[in-house]
């Protein structure tokens, strides 16, 4: 699924739909698509229960489309 990010402290932007997303269905992480190369170390993944930015190991794997 493809959400905005948090809104900017300052006002200024974002409107908070990814952690709508996270509230209702407790997924835990987001990745800025502008991130994602091959070299899966430099994805910016955010955990939201841990509110901070996390490495995933498993990134390709979850990225993979299951339909």
Known sequence: ???????????????????????????PLAVKLGTITSDPEGADVFSYPEDDSVTDPLLAEHLVCCW
């Open 1 to 27: 699924m493809i959400l905005c990010g948090r809104k900017l402290w300052d006002g200024s932007g974002g409107n908070n739909h990814a952690i709508e997303h996270y509230n209702e269905t407790h997924y």
